[in-house]
T-cell receptor
């Protein structure tokens, strides 16, 4: 079983839709949860960072962590064509090594 | 820009060639990383340098040889590569390595094709 599982997509939605991106994990030692966004021909950039269970909101983006279910989500409200990218979840523990999901490719159609 | 610059952006090499990838960070960070990104696979950590010292070699074949002359520069020397080594090679930096909440800043990568 992989430590982190992420649906690779691709996911295609119309502009204005609510997008839900998800990752599951098996290692209960993970404490820090991140979402990176990667545009085509670019490196990943940190989008959201959370610690512990609960929600964190930043503009149109909400990161949700459910440690009891070992499940994290990224919600995008009012999605825009500029949100078209690959979204990578990443998790870390006290050992400091980040484990990445394989990424979900999102396309927002105008 | 992220403050991490990688050159070249694209590289095509034969299996007998020797080439080097270069990374430079302007963020004042102390840790630098090499990652390999293949299609539909998670990012694979290759090497970690913290304060110029290599702290992680993730069972990478010896045909990949890293070099970190100072905290701002990182190289990946390549020789006798295989076609399966074709991938996007990403450099990243962070304030320091080994922290559970480290935030990575990535370069745009070098797209490598091995013929």
């Amino acid at each position: 079983q992989k430590e982190v599982e992420q649906d690779p997509g691709p996911l295609s939605v119309p502009e204005g839709a609510i997008v839900s991106l998800n990752c599951t994990y098996s290692n209960s030692a993970f404490q820090y949860f991140m979402w990176y966004r990667q545009y085509s021909r670019k490196g990943p950039e940190l989008l959201m960072y959370t610690y512990s269970s609960g929600n964190k909101e930043d503009g149109r983006f909400t990161a949700q962590v459910d440690k009891s279910s070992k499940y994290i989500s990224l919600f995008i409200r009012d999605s825009q064509p500029s949100d078209s990218a690959t979204y990578l979840c990443a998790m870390g523990n006290q050992g400091g090594k980040l484990i990445f999901g394989q990424g979900t490719e999102l396309s927002v159609k105008p | 820009e992220t403050g991490v610059t990688q050159t070249p952006r694209h590289l095509v090499m034969g299996m007998t060639n020797k080439k080097s990838l270069k990374c430079e960070q302007h963020l004042g960070h102390n840790a630098m990383y090499w990652y390999k990104q293949s299609a539909k696979k998670p990012l694979e950590l290759m090497f970690v340098y913290n304060f110029k010292e290599q702290t992680e070699n993730n069972s990478v074949p010896s045909r990949f040889s890293p070099e970190c002359p100072n905290s701002s520069h990182l190289f990946l020397h390549l020789h006798t590569l295989q076609p399966e080594d074709s991938a996007l090679y990403l450099c990243a930096s962070s304030q320091s390595a080994g922290q559970p909440n480290e935030k990575l800043f990535f370069g745009s990568g070098t797209q490598l094709s091995v013929l």
